[in-house]
């Protein structure tokens, strides 16, 4: 099937677009769409074992601010900038070399899936684990990044059901606000995330507040009026209610189940190992909606 998507983001459309077309004639022709994409996400990765190197267990920036060096959250938003343009422009390297296939879109989405867990795992450094004055218990973390995973699901359902993706507005902000972050924070210290940032709320929870207000508000509402419109043009993909709800059962049930077990486990095992269990919550959601 033609790949199809829709952006309707100002932030994209004005500001992103027109720097990507510029960065896009830079590149030479002979370099492979998949070699852009699959470079955006080893620097996806290398942000996230630096951090994990310095602060494996998110304690890092919050009992002894200055366990991480300035010059790594610098490192930070260089390769989150690098890592959000090589994602940008490699459909537009691919349409420049004629190279577009169903496998390159399998891979973007691929990595896409698999970086959208990271890029939020990495995040966590920033305003590290609650220590009783300052920073976000584990169960936070787990609700922030199940929301942020749920977000991404839901554009590519929608994708299933209408045929058409409709890149989420979310997508673009939270680069940009996680560059501003690592930006922020390389500048002036980890100090600034342990400060009230308006009316007593901390700026973690402003971000939290912002991102469950995004969700519930915009990215959702705006899926389901998506594929209701499709409907009403028959131009829907599916054929039954059953066929189209069919992809939402496997990431719900695994996350059901990843509930249950943070919950319930004997050995509190998000508490005891948040980076690993929040990583393999990652994966495994890569897993599955990659099927999707």
């Known amino acids: 099937s033609q790949y199809s998507a829709v952006d309707t983001n100002p932030l994209s459309v004005y500001v992103m677009q027109p720097l990507w077309d510029k960065i896009i004639k ?87 899936s698999w970086a959208t867990s990271i890029f939020v795992l990495s995040f966590f450094s920033v305003c590290s684990r609650d220590n009783g004055k300052t920073g976000v218990s584990v169960y936070t973390m787990y609700l922030y990044l199940s929301i942020v995973l749920f977000n991404f699901l839901c554009s ?55 991102l469950i207000g995004f969700s519930l508000f915009l990215s959702f509402p705006q899926t389901l009026y998506n594929i209701h ?30 509930t249950i077990w943070v919950v319930l486990s004997p050995g509190n095992i998000l508490a005891k190992q948040p980076r690993l269990f929040l990583w393999t919550v990652g994966v495994a959601f890569s897993n599955v909606v990659v099927s999707i």
């Open 26 to 112: 830079i590149v030479p022709l002979w370099i492979a769409p998949n070699v852009l994409t699959f470079s955006g996400f080893v620097m996806v990765l290398v942000n996230y074992f630096l951090l994990s190197f310095y602060d494996w267990d998110y304690t890092a920036s919050g009992t002894s601010p200055g366990l991480i060096p300035s010059w790594v959250w610098f490192f930070s938003a260089f390769t989150t900038f690098c890592a959000y343009t090589l994602d940008s422009i490699d459909g537009k390297q691919a349409r420049r070399t004629q190279s577009s296939s169903p496998l390159g879109e399998l891979f973007d989405h691929g990595l896409d």
């Open 229 to 258: 419109r499709a409907r009403l043009k028959r131009t829907l993909k599916t054929g039954s209610l059953y066929e189209g709800l069919l992809p939402l059962v496997s990431p719900l049930l695994l996350f059901i189940l990843l």
């Open 156 to 210: 590519h359902w929608e994708k299933y059901n209408t045929g058409v993706l409709f890149l989420p507005w979310g997508y673009d902000l939270s680069q940009v606000v996680l560059i501003a972050a690592y930006l922020l924070t390389g500048a002036v210290g980890v100090e600034v995330w342990h400060k009230p940032f308006l009316f007593g709320y901390y700026i973690t929870d402003v971000l939290v507040i912002l």
